[in-house]
């Protein structure tokens, strides 16, 4: 069984170093065993571990999920439902950030449709950052 540096690791996952031992100090992944000259040694499950919990990250689940989600992994002959679970507590999360960035987005694009170009006195970006009744999106909340 070959065993591999953190730099390697860090190379092969796409896992920055500091973000490593965070993880390792999170009890995310494993203690690597040490060489004599106190050098971490990791093993190719280390690696495939980083890679799911960068891939957990990108898709946006905090390190309590993906705690929850390793455990199941770690123990895969479990139902999904927790698995289920927290995929769909995450969707629900990401729908509602669109939501607010949807409206977000209408707010500036009614603020720059709305705009005279011509003096800040007449200026509605200015007039609507001012008064917070004006903001659609605030209204929709």
Same mark, same amino acid.
Do not use: W
């Given at each position: =069984?070959?065993?591999?540096?953190? /730099? &390697?690791?860090?190379?092969?996952? /796409?896992?920055?170093?500091?973000?490593?031992?965070?993880?390792?100090?999170?009890?995310?992944?494993?203690?690597?065993?040490?060489? !004599?000259?106190?050098?971490?040694?990791? &093993?190719?499950?280390?690696?495939?571990?980083?890679?799911?919990?960068?891939?957990?990250?990108? #898709?946006?689940?905090?390190? %309590?999920?993906?705690?929850?989600?390793?455990? #199941?992994?770690?123990?895969?002959?479990?139902?999904?439902?927790?698995?289920?679970?927290?995929?769909?507590?995450?969707?629900?999360?990401?729908?509602?950030?669109?939501?607010?960035?949807?409206?977000?987005?209408?707010?500036?694009?009614? =603020?720059? !449709? /709305?705009?005279?170009?011509?003096?800040?006195?007449?200026?509605?970006?200015? !007039?609507?950052?001012?008064?917070? %009744?004006?903001?659609?999106?605030?209204?929709?909340?």
């Amino acid at each position: =069984m070959k065993n591999f540096t953190i /730099g &390697e690791v860090s190379s092969a996952s /796409g896992v920055k170093i500091p973000t490593i031992r965070y993880y390792e100090q999170s009890g995310l992944i494993p203690v690597p065993d040490r060489t !004599e000259g106190n050098r971490r040694l990791y &093993e190719q499950a280390d690696i495939r571990r980083l890679i799911f919990i960068r891939h957990s990250r990108e #898709l946006g689940f905090e390190v %309590d999920a993906i705690r929850a989600l390793l455990q #199941l992994q770690d123990n895969p002959d479990q139902p999904c439902t927790v698995a289920d679970q927290l995929a769909r507590e995450r969707l629900i999360d990401v729908q509602q950030r669109i939501a607010k960035l949807n409206a977000l987005q209408a707010e500036l694009q009614k =603020m720059l !449709e /709305g705009c005279a170009h011509g003096r800040v006195d007449e200026c509605r970006v200015i !007039e609507v950052l001012s008064n917070h %009744d004006e903001c659609i999106h605030h209204q929709a909340l």
